[in-house]
Nanobody, 124 residues
């Protein structure tokens, strides 16, 4: 079992930055692929970024590539999402997710554990 708690969301203006954190409790954090997803009102949950167990491999949605960076610190059981050059269309609830294994996943149904989400609002 893994429990996930996100933090770092807030209200920013377009062009500004935020860093989201996701703290995991439970055993063997380093054996989990970690992902970030987001869900805007009236829209389906969408993939944002994912990182493999060691941090050596990352994958991004085209909409955030070059602006967002996912990273992890296995010693701290934490995964991060650095978001730069934020746009109003990035406004959503951001969720951290985990799945045991070594292959990066992009489909939300493939993840077993989820945090409660943190709101990110970008004003124009």
């Amino acid at each position: 079992q893994v429990q996930l708690v996100e933090s770092g969301g807030g209200l920013v203006q377009a062009g500004e930055s935020l860093r989201l954190s996701c703290a995991a409790s439970g055993r063997a954090f380093s054996t989990y692929v970690m992902g970030w997803f987001r869900q805007a009102p009236g829209k389906e949950r969408e993939f944002v970024a994912a990182i493999n167990w060691s941090g050596s491999t990352t994958y991004y949605a085209d909409s955030v590539k070059g602006r967002f960076t996912i990273s992890r610190d296995n010693a701290k059981n934490t995964v991060y999402l650095q978001m730069n050059s934020l746009k109003p269309e990035d406004t959503a609830v951001y969720y951290c997710a985990a799945v045991n294994g070594y292959k990066i996943r992009t489909a939300h149904r493939e993840y077993d554990y989820w945090g409660q989400g943190t709101q990110v609002t970008v004003s124009s």
